[in-house]
């Protein structure tokens, strides 16, 4: 634990920015940050820099690609005390643009900023607000109103991962402030150990059973219990079938539930969190993306990466990469029926299966690349600071 002036522009010998970040999960915002910071780090000119509020697999993977992590424990410290110390933290390395991406983080890292004098403020709005009940949806909604005035007033630019979530930012924030970022993948970095024989055994797969999986959060906005329905839909129609479900969260119990009510404890194989998820997806026959809301999530762009078929609702930004019948197929969102007739379609016919498996990947390559996110979020940084020494 670390606690811790002619026509041509001028920049500083190094843009100083610091990414500030919860860092207590890897799911779709953790991974979309390791991946701009893996390749941002390789742009001349920046010295990047981040803290996180909790130790994990964010923290060892910023440090794995050279990036100086500092992890203030929000378990060790109440907000007041988090603050005290990013304005230390940015007062000791007088850095030029503090970058937030949810909703803790953003507060704090824009008053501590705004305190210490830091000129630059950015956001990454990572996707729409995932629905809450109880007590955890009050204290939700307070987070967004503080958080809606501290990017209304102190942030600079709001980085948006899909053009339609864009649009429904700048209804609140303005254009001139919200900026379209999409997610992106390395696709370098997106590859399998081709132990498929292992694996297969691990899981009590079978050679010539079709595996459709699925892989996230187990949340609500997933749409999972879409999938389950679909799963026995599927299942009635095809005999050599198995379900992968990859990931964890609070709705794993209620989902195990569901799938033996359906009759499919030996056919939906609950995974939980795998370290080893581009095997997995790799393994996947077909992958399916039941949500009901999503910006433009990063498994999307790893299984495409990986060329498999996938079937995704036609929400958000997933319509912004996946062209219907070109490199996947959509469906409605909570369509069960629609669902697991696009996957049966697909399983009846593998050569558009593996047409549509192609064309994914000449997407990702083509306009979800990691080098060219990492460009343009280097380019909004040099505009601040260029637009501040023209001042």
């Not at 996707?127 to 307070?142: A, D, S, T």
Request: charged share 25%; proline share 3%.
């Amino acid at each position: 634990m670390r606690e811790g002036s002619t026509g041509m522009r001028s920049y500083p010998p190094k843009i100083r920015v610091c990414h500030v970040a919860m860092g207590d999960l890897w799911a779709g915002a953790e991974v979309q940050l390791a991946v701009l910071l893996a390749s941002l780090v390789k742009i001349p000119g920046f010295a990047v820099s981040a803290i996180l509020f909790n130790e994990g697999r964010l923290a060892s993977e910023l440090r794995a690609l050279g990036v100086n992590t500092h992890v203030i424990l929000e378990s060790r410290h109440n907000s007041l005390s988090l603050f005290r110390h990013l304005v230390g933290y940015f007062k000791r390395n007088n850095i030029d643009i503090v970058h937030t991406h949810k909703y803790k983080d953003n507060i704090l890292g824009a008053l501590a900023s705004s305190y210490q004098g830091i000129r630059h403020r950015i956001r990454t709005i990572h996707g729409f607000p995932e629905p809450f009940l109880g007590f955890e949806k009050v204290k939700i909604n307070l987070y967004q109103r503080v958080d809606s005035r501290i990017n209304r007033w102190l942030v600079d630019r709001i980085l948006a991962v899909s053009l339609d979530l864009q649009q429904q930012l700048v209804k609140r924030f303005g254009a001139e402030k919200v900026i379209c970022v999409h997610n992106a993948v390395d696709i370098e970095q997106v590859g399998v150990t081709g132990h498929v024989a292992e694996l297969k055994k691990e899981l009590n797969v079978s050679d010539g059973e079709f595996l459709i999986g699925t892989m996230g959060r187990l949340t609500p906005v997933k749409g999972l219990e879409s999938f389950l329905t679909a799963a026995r839909i599927i299942r009635r129609q095809k005999s050599r079938v198995k379900f992968l479900i990859v990931g964890d969260g609070p709705l794993k119990d209620a989902l195990r539930a569901a799938a033996r009510a359906y009759g499919l404890d030996k056919d939906v194989l609950f995974l939980g969190h795998r370290n080893d998820s581009y095997d997995i997806l790799a393994l996947m026959d077909l992958f399916i993306l039941p949500s009901l809301s999503e910006g433009i999530p990063m498994v999307l762009l790893e299984a495409l990466a990986l060329a498999r078929p996938v079937v995704a609702s036609r929400v958000g930004g997933i319509p912004e990469v996946i062209v219907d019948g070109e490199n996947g197929l959509l469906v409605a969102p909570g369509r069960p029926e629609e669902l697991a007739q696009s996957c049966i379609a697909l399983m009846d016919d593998h050569r558009f299966a593996q047409a549509l498996g192609s064309g994914g990947r000449k997407c990702v390559e083509e306009r979800f690349s990691a080098r060219y996110m990492a460009e343009k979020v280097a380019e909004v940084y040099r505009t601040l600071v260029c637009n501040e020494g023209s001042r």
